[in-house]
């Protein structure tokens, strides 16, 4: 438990993490990366690169430091955490290393006369308690899933039993367990946890689980990224009847119970997760409104799935739109997702729940346009692939 003198202390570096949080957050990486090399596989190096970790981290600590004695209105924070840590395996004894690091680095880049030994003795408390409840959260997961019909806990192998094409960058990989066993149920948009030995080192990603659970296979549906190391080894070298090493089923971006008109609004491989909250959600009968957006036909993964869908479901309505069509492309509009379109594809009574995933910009766009159109906000869902950013910038 922190002390009044130790939450004062951590309030007042508010100001210092909102104006250099980035600067410290850069600073921890480098130290971690170079004095413990054995957890460079947990991170995402390309979030590494392009700086989206760094400030996913920095305003992760700004809203701790914020909230420091009310921790209770983080809100979801929390829970993405939770479930991104158990996704890829996080363990205690990780906390150490990464609370050591963070020290320094806060001495090293606030300064010795800002950061003095009050200050960071007030932050090794306060990382602690941190420590301590995603620790005890965390277990409590992997404990959980250990003892579920079909759960495990670490790895367990997994077998790919189809390789199939969706679109020109997306392909499928559909996983049966090579020991034969029961598979543990999941919720709609929640992913797995993969890791995979790649010459370069061990390196885990996280893949959405794109088709509701039948009892016997895992699919994800994984874009090629461009100098994705991931992605390019599953595409270029995976193939059926390779074995591939599994997490178990993580994520609290889940279709939630309710019978309101539902909109699945996504982009590009955001289609992934939607398309399993589809399967789920088709079979309660309320009103589905599945919009996708993607450049043109050739990288429009899971069309005719979804085409196939509106016509044997009533209730399911679907809408495409194609930024950049080829010659031939028929979608329904061309261009980039715009209010009218919006309006006119989503129901008049706009007390619904939406779900959006894809790009950034384009759930900021979405985030904005459903705001405009009267959706309420607290039944607008969202997940980002990557590290957390904010939408409201």
């Not at 130790?6 to 104006?19: C, D």
């Not at 392009?50 to 924070?77: C, F, T, W």
């Amino acid at each position: 438990m922190l002390s009044a003198e130790q939450r004062t202390l951590i309030k007042a570096t508010v100001p210092l993490l909102e104006s250099g949080g980035e600067a410290l957050t850069r600073h921890f990486y480098q130290l971690l990366f170079s004095e413990h090399p054995e957890v460079h596989a947990l991170f995402n190096q390309a979030h590494q690169a392009s700086g989206n970790q760094a400030k996913a981290l920095a305003n992760a600590v700004l809203m701790y430091a914020r909230h420091i004695d009310r921790l209770n209105e983080l809100g979801p924070l929390v829970g993405q955490i939770v479930n991104k840590h158990v996704s890829l395996q996080i363990l205690p004894e990780h906390y150490p290393l990464v609370g050591g690091c963070l020290l320094r680095a806060i001495r090293e880049v606030l300064g010795a006369e800002l950061a003095n030994d009050a200050v960071i003795a007030a932050w090794a408390a306060a990382y602690g308690q941190l420590a301590g409840l995603l620790i005890g959260a965390e277990e409590e997961v992997y404990a959980r899933n250990e003892q579920l019909d079909g759960g495990w806990r670490g790895i367990r192998e997994f077998r790919v039993a189809r390789k199939v094409a969706e679109s020109e960058e997306i392909v499928s990989f559909y996983l049966a367990p090579v020991d034969g066993g029961a598979l543990l149920e999941f919720a709609p948009g929640q992913y797995i946890g993969l890791r995979v030995v790649l010459p370069s080192g061990e390196e885990r990603r996280n893949y959405s689980l794109s088709a509701r659970g039948d009892g016997r296979h895992y699919r994800i549906s994984v874009k090629r990224e461009h100098g994705g190391r991931v992605s390019n080894h599953l595409h270029d070298q995976v193939q059926v009847g390779d074995v591939l090493e599994l997490y178990p089923p993580a994520g609290d971006f889940v279709l939630r119970s309710s019978q309101k008109p539902l909109a699945l609004i996504t982009a590009g491989v955001g289609i992934t997760p939607a398309l399993a909250m589809l399967e789920q959600a088709r079979d309660s009968g309320r009103p589905i409104h599945f919009i996708h957006c993607a450049r043109h036909a050739g990288v429009h993964a899971f069309r005719d799935w979804t085409e196939a869908q509106s016509a044997a479901y009533p209730q399911v309505r679907h809408y495409f739109c194609y930024s950049e069509p080829r010659d031939g492309d028929e979608a329904h509009a061309e261009g980039f997702l715009s209010p009218e379109l919006l309006d006119r594809w989503l129901p008049a009574n706009r007390d619904l729940d939406a779900y959006f995933l894809g790009p950034q910009p384009f759930m900021a766009q979405v985030k904005r346009q459903l705001r405009a159109l009267g959706v309420p906000q607290e039944q607008c869902h969202y997940e980002f692939f990557g590290p957390a950013g904010s939408l409201d910038a």
